[in-house]
């Protein structure tokens, strides 16, 4: 006789399940079903996003907020803690007490890209095979699209890789989560900057679907000289990771990134005909207005405003950061204004003078709104948009 | 089928314009979205030479990833709120089962949290764009794979008949004595260290090794004992374990054409294995056989299977062309195999009240199921196990305590300092070769060579104080009760000798005891009684 088992399946076998059932109490033998009850909520019940990762965490007591006591048990050679305080100037009386104000944790975060991805693809087909692409203007699409516009994937690509070591360092299961979410919308951001270059590369004879332009303009043009110079400080040289997001994202790319996306390649490709590059940007741009949601909860309201000791000493940091971060931003976008001698079409109110002084303004302006104002930063705001307006 | 093919065919016919662009026409340039820069180089540096050009063998994009992971998420928390909720399979679970989940949805929440940091290091020490890409993936991933494990507790949680410890593990681990072994190989093993030694902990053995027999044996137990929402969750964690697997086989063939890297590559190895196996080996066979009713396979037969013929035969065998050996500790890694979760079970029984959950002797069938296929197991375990039942192991007016037991019968506890794992040299029948040494005016415990000579090698990594250390002094019940140990009653212990309904143990129980947690090393002159 053959000794082999049949695999029994508990659930569904009836004798099996009968067995299991004589063992299962008639009531449940704990009434209380509160997940992680000893955390304290970001909002009234406690969401799934805190649930699936609040104090994931097993980090050492050191962490100001962790639910552990002792510390970690491997260290670096030299000695030095897996999560350490300090790995940034920043200050916190609890670590663990970020929430990003989307709630994003992994399922409702691919849901939502999936879905801007599968529009993307409908979008696409139909922008093609309605040939919108025939409305656009021709040196738009070879002398901007071709090598501005893929140049800037570097600005973002290298964005993303400044977020690899913020992930490693963040102090906390909901800082990581946000951090890396930020940094993979980054990557998205860059890789959907080459999507749409392919797709005008299938439909416009000789445009050249390559990098070499754009790479050739990112590393020896004037243009992109001082984005590139900050892109490569904040990824390669910057070691603390609350600065290196404070000048990602509330900074850098609210200012420079917000213009190079919204009031250039968005505004000015409509009076080109391009409808496809808005719709591309829009991704980008929802993506940073997530980020920037996230880095105010964590640097206004989380270090600042709900912080009950060292608030006076993190902003005295982010007022520091801010000094060595604005005027390599404004250096940034002063010299991307030279952009605007190559456009093929140009049009009252929007490229001339007064019209990219307006855009700078928006830009600076949200910036005073949402960052410089909370923080208390004062700077003579005409003075640095006169200055940016020096390379228009 | 052919008349759809037509359709389409005359479509693309009217409308010749490519209107569509694949994610493989986009991963192609990826390789060209970085440059050079004087300061392009990874803050955290790896003694190897990562290959710039190194390709990578899935070949996501942001969206594309997006669009498979969201398919995934839909099927799993579809199947987990509909179909199952409806079906009420919390409560079709049989209790051990229910028990050993509150522990290893929790554990494997910790190696998958360190999994992402791990992760990030390697983001950031690998300059090929398609490496880095494949590593950025695998960092979002383990988000998700914490956010499912940690969805296996949320759930039970909710729908299991003894919420408690899954609701609070994350506090109630803090005291367990099992934990910091989790934390030195599953935590701190994949992200403290050079970057390479963390891909080789975490993607070449943790994953490469002990996925297999971690992820898809603990869904056959799981549905054998009733459990379908373990084997939803994990099994989809394990589709993303494949591309884990091929990131770290693409880390070492980007180091490998460095003749300097054989330098090291065969200690960290060597080293990497141990860390993984230490823990994993144990813990993984306790929580099949011992969180159990119905047994499937003998963990000794799963492990020799997928670790020592699939892992270490084949998976390390295509290695060797690089002159990549299997690792020496092979040989003690078997022995533990066949006996280590013994052992880390009996400490588990012994320290019941400190672990959070419900544990249960070994029936009259579970015993005659060790013995057939762990000959000798009765005369060493079995014994132990039916004199501390008739001692009153189960009975909340006994008094009875196997730590206490063990102490008393000169069976010391230690924690061996390099796995930070718990040991008894003279009831252990796995590789254990016990040492003590001194340090700095300390004296450490050690319970075989191999850990211990990576201590000597870099003992500033394995600065730790530990369990005993940590709480000595601490009355047993009251350190229960500030870890979160107690049910809603105020009184009853979330930890129980048994699954019964009746007879639960109480604070007042344990006080009862009077045990004051001792550092053996001190009472026991930090020598193994013979």
């Given at each position: 006789m053959s000794q082999m088992q049949t695999f029994v399946r508990g659930f569904a076998d009836p004798q099996r399940q009968a067995e299991i059932q004589a063992l299962v109490p008639a009531e449940p033998l704990e009434s209380k079903r509160d997940h992680i009850p000893f955390a304290k909520r970001g909002w009234r019940r406690l969401t799934e996003y805190e649930a699936v990762m609040l104090h994931a965490q097993n980090s050492l007591?050191?962490?100001?907020?962790?639910?552990?006591?002792g510390e970690s048990v491997q260290k670096w050679p030299g000695g030095r803690a897996a999560f350490s305080i300090e790995s940034t100037a920043l200050i916190s009386s609890n670590w663990f007490h970020f929430r990003d104000p989307a709630r994003r944790w992994f399922m409702p975060y691919v849901k939502a890209k999936n879905e801007e991805g599968s529009t993307t693809e409908r979008f696409l087909k139909a922008w093609v095979e309605n040939g919108?692409?025939?409305?656009?203007n021709e040196d738009w699409v070879y002398k901007i699209l071709g090598p501005t516009y893929s140049a800037f994937i570097y600005n973002e690509y290298g964005l993303f890789n400044a977020h690899s070591s913020t992930v490693h360092t963040g102090l906390s299961d909901l800082l990581k989560t946000y951090i890396a979410l930020s940094g993979f919308d980054k990557n998205d951001a860059a890789q959907m900057i080459q999507t749409e270059r392919v797709l005008l590369a299938k439909n416009f004879p000789g445009f050249d679907p390559s990098l070499a332009e754009g790479k050739a303009q990112w590393m020896s043009s004037p243009t992109w000289a001082p984005a590139r110079s900050f892109v490569e400080t904040v990824w390669g040289d910057t070691y603390d990771w609350c600065e290196q997001l404070w000048a990602i994202h509330c900074i850098y790319d609210e200012i420079f990134g917000q213009f190079v996306r919204r009031e250039f390649f968005q505004r000015v490709a409509s009076i080109h005909g391009d409808t496809l590059t808005p719709w591309i940007q829009s991704q980008a741009n929802l993506y940073h207005q997530q980020a920037v949601d996230a880095s105010k909860a964590l640097f206004f309201k989380m270090l600042q405003d709900e912080e009950p000791v060292y608030s006076v000493h993190n902003k005295r940091y982010l007022l520091a950061w801010t000094d060595r971060w604005l005027p390599r931003t404004g250096a940034a976008l002063r010299a991307f204004l030279a952009v605007y001698h190559d456009l093929p079409v140009t049009l009252d109110g929007v490229t001339c003078r007064a019209g990219v002084q307006a855009s700078v303004e928006r830009v600076v302006d949200d910036w005073v709104t949402r960052f410089a104002g909370p923080l208390g930063y004062r700077f003579d705001r005409d003075a640095f948009i006169n200055d940016i307006m020096s390379g228009y | 089928m052919a008349g759809s093919n037509t359709a389409v065919k005359e479509a693309l016919k009217a409308h010749p314009a490519p209107s569509s662009v694949s994610s493989q026409e986009v991963h192609k340039w990826l390789q060209d979205f970085t440059w050079e820069f004087k300061s392009n180089r990874t803050k955290y540096p790896t003694k190897y030479n990562m290959d710039n050009n190194t390709r990578e063998q899935f070949k996501l994009t942001a969206k594309e990833y997006a669009r498979m992971e969201s398919v995934k998420e839909e099927r799993q928390y579809g199947t987990l709120l509909d179909g199952l909720s409806r079906l009420d399979a919390g409560n079709k679970i049989a209790p051990q089962w229910g028990e050993i989940m509150k522990l290893v949805a929790n554990f494997l929440e910790t190696g998958e949290y360190g999994a992402i940091s791990g992760s990030a290091l390697l983001w950031d020490s690998a300059q090929s764009p398609e490496q880095k890409n494949g590593y950025l993936a695998q960092v979002i991933d383990e988000v998700r794979h914490v956010n499912q494990t940690a969805y296996v507790n949320y759930y039970f949680g909710k729908h299991y008949y003894d919420p408690a410890g899954h609701t609070n593990m994350r506090q109630l681990r803090?005291?367990?004595?099992?934990y910091p072994g989790v934390k030195r190989s599953f935590g701190e093993g994949f992200l403290a260290g050079d970057p390479v030694e963390s891909s080789i902990n975490l993607q070449l053995v943790g994953e490469a090794c002990f996925t297999n027999p971690l992820i898809v044996s603990i869904t056959e137990w799981a549905a054998a004992n009733g459990d379908e929402i373990t084997p939803t969750v994990f099994l989809s964690i394990e589709t993303d374990e494949l591309r884990h697997m091929a990131n770290g086989y693409q880390t070492i063939v980007s180091i490998v054409n460095d003749p300097e890297a054989m330098k090291y590559l065969q200690t960290d190895l060597d080293n990497a294995f141990w860390t993984q196996h230490k823990f994993l080996t144990p813990f993984i066979g306790a929580a099949l056989e011992y969180g159990s009713k119905y047994k499937v396979e003998p963990w000794a037969k799963s492990w020799n299977r997928?670790?020592?013929?699939?892992?270490?035969?084949i998976w390390l065998g295509r290695l060797a062309q690089f002159g990549i050996k299997s690792p020496a500790c092979l040989g003690d890694a078997k022995q533990d195999a066949v006996w280590g979760h013994h052992d880390l079970m009996l400490l588990a029984y012994a320290l019941w009240?400190?672990?959070?959950i419900r544990v249960s002797l070994p029936s009259t069938e579970d015993m005659a199921w060790f013995e057939r296929h762990y000959p000798g197991w009765y005369d060493h375990y079995g014994k132990i196990y039916e004199e501390w039942k008739a001692l009153g192991?189960?009975?909340?007016?006994?008094?009875?305590l196997g730590a206490i037991w063990m102490m008393q019968n000169g069976h010391g506890i230690f924690v061996d300092h390099t796995s930070s794992l718990p040991f008894c040299p003279t009831l252990a029948k796995s590789a254990v070769r016990p040492s003590f040494l001194e340090s700095n005016g300390k004296r450490y415990a050690f319970s075989e060579p191999h850990g211990e000579r990576m201590w000597l090698q870099e003992p500033e990594r394995y600065e730790f104080v530990n369990f005993f250390e940590q709480f000595e002094g601490r009355e047993l019940s009251e350190l229960i009760q500030s870890a979160g140990g107690v049910r809603s009653d105020g009184k009853t212990l979330m930890a129980q000798p048994h699954v019964n309904t009746t007879g639960l143990w109480t604070l007042d129980d344990i006080k009862k005891i009077n045990l004051t947690i001792p550092d053996p090393m001190k009472i026991l002159n930090w020598q193994p009684t013979q």
């Amino acid at each position: 006789m053959s000794q082999m088992q049949t695999f029994v399946r508990g659930f569904a076998d009836p004798q099996r399940q009968a067995e299991i059932q004589a063992l299962v109490p008639a009531e449940p033998l704990e009434s209380k079903r509160d997940h992680i009850p000893f955390a304290k909520r970001g909002w009234r019940r406690l969401t799934e996003y805190e649930a699936v990762m609040l104090h994931a965490q097993n980090s050492l007591d050191a962490v100001p907020g962790s639910q552990e006591i002792g510390e970690s048990v491997q260290k670096w050679p030299g000695g030095r803690a897996a999560f350490s305080i300090e790995s940034t100037a920043l200050i916190s009386s609890n670590w663990f007490h970020f929430r990003d104000p989307a709630r994003r944790w992994f399922m409702p975060y691919v849901k939502a890209k999936n879905e801007e991805g599968s529009t993307t693809e409908r979008f696409l087909k139909a922008w093609v095979e309605n040939g919108d692409y025939r409305m656009l203007n021709e040196d738009w699409v070879y002398k901007i699209l071709g090598p501005t516009y893929s140049a800037f994937i570097y600005n973002e690509y290298g964005l993303f890789n400044a977020h690899s070591s913020t992930v490693h360092t963040g102090l906390s299961d909901l800082l990581k989560t946000y951090i890396a979410l930020s940094g993979f919308d980054k990557n998205d951001a860059a890789q959907m900057i080459q999507t749409e270059r392919v797709l005008l590369a299938k439909n416009f004879p000789g445009f050249d679907p390559s990098l070499a332009e754009g790479k050739a303009q990112w590393m020896s043009s004037p243009t992109w000289a001082p984005a590139r110079s900050f892109v490569e400080t904040v990824w390669g040289d910057t070691y603390d990771w609350c600065e290196q997001l404070w000048a990602i994202h509330c900074i850098y790319d609210e200012i420079f990134g917000q213009f190079v996306r919204r009031e250039f390649f968005q505004r000015v490709a409509s009076i080109h005909g391009d409808t496809l590059t808005p719709w591309i940007q829009s991704q980008a741009n929802l993506y940073h207005q997530q980020a920037v949601d996230a880095s105010k909860a964590l640097f206004f309201k989380m270090l600042q405003d709900e912080e009950p000791v060292y608030s006076v000493h993190n902003k005295r940091y982010l007022l520091a950061w801010t000094d060595r971060w604005l005027p390599r931003t404004g250096a940034a976008l002063r010299a991307f204004l030279a952009v605007y001698h190559d456009l093929p079409v140009t049009l009252d109110g929007v490229t001339c003078r007064a019209g990219v002084q307006a855009s700078v303004e928006r830009v600076v302006d949200d910036w005073v709104t949402r960052f410089a104002g909370p923080l208390g930063y004062r700077f003579d705001r005409d003075a640095f948009i006169n200055d940016i307006m020096s390379g228009y | 089928m052919a008349g759809s093919n037509t359709a389409v065919k005359e479509a693309l016919k009217a409308h010749p314009a490519p209107s569509s662009v694949s994610s493989q026409e986009v991963h192609k340039w990826l390789q060209d979205f970085t440059w050079e820069f004087k300061s392009n180089r990874t803050k955290y540096p790896t003694k190897y030479n990562m290959d710039n050009n190194t390709r990578e063998q899935f070949k996501l994009t942001a969206k594309e990833y997006a669009r498979m992971e969201s398919v995934k998420e839909e099927r799993q928390y579809g199947t987990l709120l509909d179909g199952l909720s409806r079906l009420d399979a919390g409560n079709k679970i049989a209790p051990q089962w229910g028990e050993i989940m509150k522990l290893v949805a929790n554990f494997l929440e910790t190696g998958e949290y360190g999994a992402i940091s791990g992760s990030a290091l390697l983001w950031d020490s690998a300059q090929s764009p398609e490496q880095k890409n494949g590593y950025l993936a695998q960092v979002i991933d383990e988000v998700r794979h914490v956010n499912q494990t940690a969805y296996v507790n949320y759930y039970f949680g909710k729908h299991y008949y003894d919420p408690a410890g899954h609701t609070n593990m994350r506090q109630l681990r803090a005291i367990n004595p099992l934990y910091p072994g989790v934390k030195r190989s599953f935590g701190e093993g994949f992200l403290a260290g050079d970057p390479v030694e963390s891909s080789i902990n975490l993607q070449l053995v943790g994953e490469a090794c002990f996925t297999n027999p971690l992820i898809v044996s603990i869904t056959e137990w799981a549905a054998a004992n009733g459990d379908e929402i373990t084997p939803t969750v994990f099994l989809s964690i394990e589709t993303d374990e494949l591309r884990h697997m091929a990131n770290g086989y693409q880390t070492i063939v980007s180091i490998v054409n460095d003749p300097e890297a054989m330098k090291y590559l065969q200690t960290d190895l060597d080293n990497a294995f141990w860390t993984q196996h230490k823990f994993l080996t144990p813990f993984i066979g306790a929580a099949l056989e011992y969180g159990s009713k119905y047994k499937v396979e003998p963990w000794a037969k799963s492990w020799n299977r997928w670790v020592y013929e699939d892992w270490a035969g084949i998976w390390l065998g295509r290695l060797a062309q690089f002159g990549i050996k299997s690792p020496a500790c092979l040989g003690d890694a078997k022995q533990d195999a066949v006996w280590g979760h013994h052992d880390l079970m009996l400490l588990a029984y012994a320290l019941w009240p400190l672990t959070g959950i419900r544990v249960s002797l070994p029936s009259t069938e579970d015993m005659a199921w060790f013995e057939r296929h762990y000959p000798g197991w009765y005369d060493h375990y079995g014994k132990i196990y039916e004199e501390w039942k008739a001692l009153g192991f189960e009975d909340p007016n006994s008094g009875f305590l196997g730590a206490i037991w063990m102490m008393q019968n000169g069976h010391g506890i230690f924690v061996d300092h390099t796995s930070s794992l718990p040991f008894c040299p003279t009831l252990a029948k796995s590789a254990v070769r016990p040492s003590f040494l001194e340090s700095n005016g300390k004296r450490y415990a050690f319970s075989e060579p191999h850990g211990e000579r990576m201590w000597l090698q870099e003992p500033e990594r394995y600065e730790f104080v530990n369990f005993f250390e940590q709480f000595e002094g601490r009355e047993l019940s009251e350190l229960i009760q500030s870890a979160g140990g107690v049910r809603s009653d105020g009184k009853t212990l979330m930890a129980q000798p048994h699954v019964n309904t009746t007879g639960l143990w109480t604070l007042d129980d344990i006080k009862k005891i009077n045990l004051t947690i001792p550092d053996p090393m001190k009472i026991l002159n930090w020598q193994p009684t013979q």
